[in-house]
């Protein structure tokens, strides 16, 4: 059986989520063929990894709450702030166009998994192993 690939660009957040991995990985894999879904995908990460936050702080509530609500409670509690915030705002606009009118290109795309890779940086470094986490570069999918 052959092995999944995995992101070197994302390959940190496997001791956080496994599955922001996964997602993050489905994201660059679809990028070439499919910019929409690659941005759907990082929309779906974009969720996760701000239902991980919300846990580590002890404010989740349930998976069905809706990201904006989740997210305006972060920065209520201070959690989140400046360019964590924008991006995950974003990244969820982003997705809504994708899934709800199927818009996205390859640009649009390819910023989806910068801010994603932003994300995954700022949660490693709130949650992990703090400021002295040295993340990998961003790696553009071929």
Do not use: C, Y
């Not at 690659?38 to 929309?43: E, G, P, Y």
């Amino acid at each position: 059986m052959p092995s999944r690939p995995t992101s070197t660009t994302f390959a940190f957040l496997a001791a956080h989520e496994p599955t922001l991995l996964l997602l993050a990985t489905q994201a660059e894999v679809l990028f070439a063929i499919d910019p929409v879904a690659s941005i759907a995908k990082v929309r779906l990460f974009a969720e996760l990894l701000a239902q991980e936050a919300a846990a580590r702080v002890g404010v989740f509530t349930s998976r069905e709450e809706q990201q904006i609500d989740r997210l305006r409670r972060l920065r209520d509690r201070g959690v989140l702030a400046g360019d964590a915030d924008t991006a995950l705002h974003a990244i969820r606009k982003a997705g809504n166009a994708a899934i709800h009118d199927n818009a996205g290109d390859h640009g649009a795309a390819l910023h989806a998994l910068k801010l994603a890779h932003a994300l995954g940086i700022w949660l490693e470094r709130s949650f992990g192993k703090g400021k002295s986490f040295k993340p990998p570069p961003f790696e553009p999918p071929r």
